[in-house]
C-alpha cells in the first residue's frame, strides 16, 4: 500500500486531527511514515492564526508541491485562505476542518491522480475514531469546534464557524477507550472549552463524567474565555476539586486596557477576568495559570500597553502567550486606522517577555522544596524525564523510571516554565 506522510501546524485540535487522520489511513491499510521522503502522498495540517505561522505553514507547502507527489492541504488554511493554497500549490487536493471524515476519498483521490477539494463540510465528531498519537501516553479530546465570539482580529473563525459540541456521552466513551490503551492524560481541547454545551451539560459537568471514569489518569482543561468562564465559575471550581483534574486555568486575556478589549470585541472586562483568576485562586492556591496578551493592537496607545504590563504583575502567570498583533486578511482590525509600526509592537513584546521571565522564576521559587508526585509523559533534556505536578508544573527530573510511571519527587530548582527536582 502507498505510504503517507502527515505533519501538524497549530493547535491541540489540529493535533488530535492528524493523529486521527493516520489512524483512519492506517486501518484502510497505508502506511504511515515519519519523513516526506520516505511517502507517496504528504498531508499538511495548516494553521492561519497568525502571520508567522501561514508563513512558515506556505513555505512547506511550496516544497512539498514542489516534489511533484501528490499533496493533501488540510487544517485551517484551505476554509479560510484557500486562494492562498492555490496560488502555491495550485494541484494540491484540499480539506477542510469539518471534513476529516473523508480523509480517505481524499486520499485516494489524489493518489489517482484526482484533485479532491472540500471545504463545507460540517463538524466531525471526532470521538472514538483511531488514532495513532504523537505521545502514547496523551489522548487529545476535542469537545467542541468553533466559538460563540466575533473578535475583530480573528481569522480562525473563518474556519471553524460557529460553536459546534459533540455529545456528552461520546466524548466519555472516547476517554475510557484512551484509557484503556494506557493514555495517562487527556487534554479536553477546543477553541472555548467554556462554551461547551451538550443539552443541559455544560462544561462542568462534563468534566465531572470524565473524571468518573476509572483509571489511573490526568485531565487536562484547554483555554476557555473569560466571559464564558464567569457564569460557570462555582460549578467549574468546584468541578477541578476531583483528583484526576489538574488545577491549571488557561484564560486568555489578550489586552490589560478594556478599551483595548472593546476594540477586540472581546466580551468582557479586565474586572471580569481578574474575577474567574481570583475565583480559581480562592479555591486553589497554588494553581497554574496561562494568558495570552497581543502587543500593539492597531490603535493601543502607550498608556494602554502600560495597563497590560501592571496586569501581567498582578497576575503573575506561569504562562504567558505572547503575540505582536498581525494583521489577518478579511477581519476588521485589518481596516482599523492607528496601525503600530513593527518595531513598537516587537519592543513591546520584548518588554512583556523581560518581564514575565523575571515573574516566572519568582512564581516558579515559591515551589522550592515542594514534595509529591509526578507522571512522567515525555523525555527532557539529556537524560531527564518530564511529568506534571497537580498544578500542571512541567517538572524535569533525572530518573530511571520509565514514561508512563508514576515517581515522588521534590523540587529543587526553578528556571522560566519549568522546575528541576530529584527523585526521593
Known amino acids: 500500500m502507498p505510504s503517507i506522510y502527515i505533519k501538524s501546524y497549530g493547535c491541540s485540535a489540529n493535533t488530535a486531527d492528524a493523529e486521527i487522520a493516520r489512524g483512519v489511513l492506517a486501518e484502510k491499510?497505508?502506511?504511515?511514515?515519519?519523513?516526506s521522503r520516505a511517502s507517496d502522498l504528504d498531508m499538511i495540517l495548516t494553521c492561519v492564526v497568525k502571520t508567522p505561522t501561514e508563513a512558515k505553514v506556505t513555505k512547506h507547502i511550496q516544497r512539498l508541491a514542489a516534489t511533484g507527489k501528490p499533496l493533501i492541504v488540510a487544517g485551517c488554511m484551505p476554509k479560510a485562505m484557500r486562494s492562498s493554497v492555490e496560488d502555491v500549490a495550485p494541484h494540491a487536493s484540499?480539506?477542510?476542518?469539518?471534513?476529516l471524515g473523508r480523509v480517505t476519498e481524499v486520499v485516494e483521490t489524489a493518489?489517482?491522480?484526482?484533485?479532491?477539494v472540500f471545504v463545507d463540510g460540517r463538524p466531525t465528531d471526532r470521538s472514538c475514531l483511531p488514532r495513532i498519537r504523537s505521545n502514547r501516553l496523551v489522548h487529545i479530546s476535542p469537545i467542541c469546534t468553533g466559538c460563540l465570539g466575533d473578535c475583530s482580529y480573528c481569522i480562525v473563525k473563518r474556519a471553524r464557524g460557529r460553536l459546534h459540541s459533540f455529545p456528552a456521552e461520546r466524548i466519555v466513551s472516547d476517554v475510557e477507550a484512551a484509557v484503556a490503551d494506557g493514555c495517562r492524560e487527556v487534554w479536553v481541547t477546543a477553541e472555548d472549552t467554556a462554551a461547551y454545551r451538550d443539552g443541559a451539560t455544560r462544561l462542568p459537568q462534563l468534566l465531572n463524567m470524565i473524571a468518573s471514569v476509572e483509571g489511573r489518569f490526568m485531565v487536562r482543561v484547554g483555554m476557555m474565555t473569560p466571559n464564558q468562564a464567569q457564569p460557570l465559575l462555582g460549578d467549574l471550581v468546584e468541578a477541578y476539586r476531583s483528583d484526576k483534574v489538574y488545577k491549571f486555568l488557561h484564560v486568555p486575556v489578550q489586552a490589560g486596557s478594556d478599551d483595548v478589549l472593546r476594540a477586540m470585541r472581546r466580551r468582557y472586562t479586565v474586572a471580569g477576568f481578574k474575577e474567574v483568576v481570583e475565583?480559581?485562586?480562592?479555591?486553589?492556591?497554588?494553581?497554574?495559570?496561562?494568558?495570552?496578551?497581543?502587543?500593539?493592537f492597531p490603535g493601543e496607545t502607550t498608556?494602554?500597553?502600560?495597563?497590560?504590563?501592571?496586569?501581567?504583575?498582578?497576575?503573575?502567570?506561569?504562562?504567558?502567550?505572547?503575540?505582536?498583533?498581525?494583521?489577518?486578511?478579511?477581519?476588521?482590525?485589518?481596516?482599523m486606522p492607528g496601525k503600530l509600526h513593527g518595531r513598537e509592537t516587537k519592543e513591546r513584546s520584548r518588554a512583556l517577555t523581560i518581564l514575565w521571565k523575571q515573574l516566572a522564576v519568582k512564581a516558579g521559587k515559591r515551589w522550592l522544596g515542594w514534595e509529591g508526585d509526578l507522571v512522567l509523559t515525555e523525555h527532557g533534556k539529556g537524560s531527564s524525564k518530564v511529568g506534571r505536578n497537580y498544578a500542571y508544573k512541567a517538572v524535569a527530573v533525572e530518573t530511571g523510571a520509565g514514561l508512563g510511571e508514576t515517581v515522588r519527587v521534590r523540587i529543587t530548582g526553578a528556571g522560566v516554565g519549568f522546575l528541576e527536582a530529584v527523585a526521593i
Not at 491499510?29 to 519523513?35: K, Q
Not at 495597563?307 to 504567558?320: F, I
Open 111 to 116: 493518489l489517482s491522480g484526482g484533485r479532491a
Open 303 to 335: 498608556s494602554q500597553f502600560d495597563e497590560s504590563l501592571g496586569l501581567v504583575r498582578w497576575l503573575e502567570p506561569d504562562v504567558l502567550n505572547i503575540s505582536r498583533y498581525w494583521e489577518r486578511p478579511g477581519t476588521e482590525a485589518a481596516a
Open 94 to 99: 484540499m480539506m477542510g476542518p469539518d471534513d
Open 29 to 35: 491499510g497505508f502506511s504511515i511514515v515519519n519523513s
Open 279 to 296: 475565583g480559581f485562586r480562592g479555591a486553589y492556591p497554588e494553581a497554574g495559570i496561562s494568558t495570552d496578551i497581543i502587543c500593539g
